[in-house]
Nanobody, 128 residues
Framework: QVQLVESGGGLAQAGGSLRLSCAVS????????MGWFRQAPGKEREFVAA????????GYSDPVKGRFTISRDNAKNMVYLQMTSLKPEDTAVYYC?????????????????????WGQGTQVTVSS
């Protein structure tokens, strides 16, 4: 049973920073590409960032590119999302996601359908 638990969300001011963490248990973390998604009230879930199983390849959505950084520590079964220069439009519930199958050390996807396991989400609220 693979479980993902996010933490680190909260309230931040515009221009501030937050670091989200996702602890993964079960499965083979080092062979799973990981992703972060978010869902704002009244909107669909959207891709934020993804990282390949070996950490060598990363991808970001245009709204967060240059402000957010995804990373992972395979020794600790952790994935992180460092968020800087936060904007009110970053307010959302942030979800961590993991792929079940291994598609190669450099593979990742921005499609939510490509992920098999999801965390419960952590709220990020950015005030102006």
């Amino acid at each position: 049973q693979v479980q993902l638990v996010e933490s680190g969300g909260g309230l931040a001011q515009a221009g501030g920073s937050l670091r989200l963490s996702c602890a993964v248990s079960g499965g083979t973390f080092s062979r799973s590409a990981m992703g972060w998604f978010r869902q704002a009230p009244g909107k669909e879930r959207e891709f934020v960032a993804a990282i390949s199983s070996n950490g060598g390849s990363t991808g970001y959505s245009d709204p967060v590119k240059g402000r957010f950084t995804i990373s992972r520590d395979n020794a600790k079964n952790m994935v992180y999302l460092q968020m800087t220069s936060l904007k009110p439009e970053d307010t959302a519930v942030y979800y961590c996601a993991a792929q079940k199958y291994y598609f190669g050390s450099s593979f990742y996807t921005s499609s939510s359908g490509g992920y098999d396991y999801w965390g419960q989400g952590t709220q990020v609220t950015v005030s102006s």
